[in-house]
């Protein structure tokens, strides 16, 4: 791991995204870990690891939007990054609406923790 303990999660169900984006990250001296299913990413990723996530839009076992949902239901916060060679302006919407919830509940819980 690089000296800054933050790792970059990629999940993305194409072998040769998964390849270049690590190479990528790699080549600015980060850490990187790849999943090429939800389901993997779910079950290896270790939480107590700070990072952020680049994540595949379209995939074939769960879009990366039911990711991101998920991690909301998890109560993971992690920030992430979208990549989709299928994008289009309402998935972006979509996923812009599910974060500024995600963001609001947040606050909300943490405002009434506080009284």
Known sequence: MNNHG???YILDDDNAVLEA???LVRSVGM???CFSSASAFFNDVNWSTCGCLILDVRMPEMSGLDV???LAELGEQ???IFISGHGDIPMAVKAIKRYRDWETDR???RLNSSH
Do not use: A, C, G, Y
């Open 68 to 70: 991101q949902r998920k």
């Open 107 to 109: 606050k909300s819980t």
């Open 31 to 33: 850490s990187v870990e």
């Open 78 to 80: 992690i920030p992430i």
């Open 21 to 23: 984006l690590s190479s």
């Open 6 to 8: 933050f790792l970059i």
